[in-house]
């Protein structure tokens, strides 16, 4: 028999956030949820992801849900299961760095790990578990040495779980028994392995890091799992039965939970929001080192210039534009931001142009670049304007005053300025119509 760690596997299910946020632009509603919450409680899970990420955003914008509302609701229907969700550092879950107090007041209710201090902080003082990531990526800077003093210094930070967050399933199985081997050495809180199925490759990643000693893994229900979304909890939970790393999770009763979401799956193929496509394996990843996220992104921008017979130039211009842009991990913001440089170094010539969000990342505004800058192409973007070198949100100014004045005619209370500070364009008119809808409500009742 295969040698394994004698201790138990724990899983964390994403079938209510990454899941569908993977496969289905984020779009399973409330009351999809709700039914197999009692399951999912008694499952006895590590925790369930359910909130940050794209779900915010996605529940004002798309489903007419305050996002706020949501997380009471669940935390109602599942009071013993910790609850997880997913924060971008003090990007929160916008797009821009906030000030300290918007922070703090968020957690109240990660390029750079200077930028965790403020996130992680806030959660603790409230009583959460803060578990740090680290955004998993390929690059000459990214060995395991520099993970490993990554993981070393979030722990020295407070973090009372360390994830591994391979987003673009570009972990292969040997690596991750490595990483996780080295981890485990090094420090002394929980891992917790986080990846995607989207190359084909995550179920035997989670395996090789179970025989590493990896605490928690990251599965979606069937009707959700695999191709850009997670590895299937009832497969790995199958695959752990009987050995030293047994999840003792009841396939019976995940299966009840699964058939229960399997309904919601096909509702959302049915709509047209998840397309099958996204269940096939994609090796372009492996092949190009570029998040399968990223790479429709930027099939869509040349779809929209017109020029998508340019697609394996834009390909191969990537990598160039990271490394001179000193290695940022390709993840959300930054993904985007390398992406789009990348796409104009194609259309327009190498480097005549900067986007905004180019000029920000040269300039230090999201932290501290992991690799060594190219100057000369720094320079060209910002020409001598100062780089900043301090942790970026020691130059925000507290700004939760500020945005309570600003949106003082319409919100309601602090969770109504928090979304509103998160995301300007999108909260406002959610909270206005939202509103009108809950007087029309109480009319109802007086007649
Ligand atoms: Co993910």
Redesign the pocket.
């Known amino acids: 028999m295969l040698e394994m760690p004698e201790k138990k596997l724990f899983i964390t299910d994403?079938i209510l956030r990454?899941a569908h946020?993977?496969q289905a632009a984020t779009r399973m509603r409330i009351e999809d949820m709700l039914p197999a919450c009692e399951i999912l409680d008694n499952m006895g899970y590590w925790s369930l992801e359910c909130w940050g990420?794209a779900t915010f955003d996605s529940c004002m914008r798309f489903l007419g849900e305050d996002p706020w509302e949501r997380l009471r609701t669940l935390k109602k229907a599942m009071p013993k299961t910790p609850l997880q969700m997913?924060l971008r550092a003090q990007n929160l879950l916008g797009y821009r760095h906030y000030a300290d107090d918007v922070v703090e007041s968020f957690c109240g209710r990660m390029i750079d790990v200077r930028n965790m201090e403020s996130p992680m902080r806030a959660v603790k003082k409230y009583g959460g578990t803060c578990e740090a990531a680290l955004s998993y990526t390929t690059s000459p800077v990214h060995n395991e040495e520099y993970f490993v003093k990554q993981a070393k210094d979030l722990v020295e930070m407070g973090a009372d779980v360390i994830c591994i967050?391979?987003?673009a399933n570009l972990l292969l199985p040997s690596t991750a028994y490595s990483l996780v081997s080295k981890l485990k050495e090094a420090v002394d809180v929980p891992i917790h392995l986080?990846?995607?199925d989207t190359t084909g490759t995550g179920a035997m990643v989670y395996y090789a890091a179970a025989l590493a000693g990896v605490d928690i893994i990251?599965t979606a229900l069937s009707p959700l799992a695999t191709g850009t979304?997670?590895p299937a909890t009832e497969s790995l939970v199958a695959a752990f039965k009987g050995t030293p790393r047994d999840t003792g999770l009841d396939l019976p009763s995940l299966s009840k939970a699964a058939a229960h979401f399997k309904g919601v799956a096909q509702k959302l193929q049915d709509q047209g929001i998840l397309d099958p496509k996204v269940l096939r394996v994609d090796p372009n990843t492996l092949i190009y080192q570029v998040p399968g996220g990223m790479l429709s992104n930027l099939l869509n921008q040349l779809k929209q210039a017109g020029a998508e017979d340019r697609f394996e130039e834009v390909l191969a211009e990537v990598p160039r534009v990271r490394e001179d842009f000193g290695y940022p991990p390709l993840v959300t913001p930054t993904s985007q931001i390398v992406g789009s440089q990348a796409v104009m170094n194609v259309l327009m010539g190498r480097y005549k142009t900067f986007p905004k969000e180019s000029k920000m990342l040269l300039r230090g505004e999201y932290g501290r670049l992991p690799g060594k800058v190219n100057e000369e192409i720094r320079k060209m973007a910002i020409g001598d304007e100062e780089v900043i070198e301090c942790r970026p949100a020691d130059r925000i100014a507290n700004e939760m005053e500020t945005l309570r004045a600003e949106v003082s005619d319409f919100a309601k209370s602090e969770e109504d300025v928090l979304s509103c500070a998160l995301f300007p364009q999108v909260a406002p008119g959610f909270i206005k119509k939202r509103d009108q809808v809950e007087e029309v409500k109480e009319i109802n009742v007086i007649w």
């Open positions: 994403t990454d946020q993977s990420g997913l967050k391979d987003m986080h990846t995607h990251d979304s997670q």
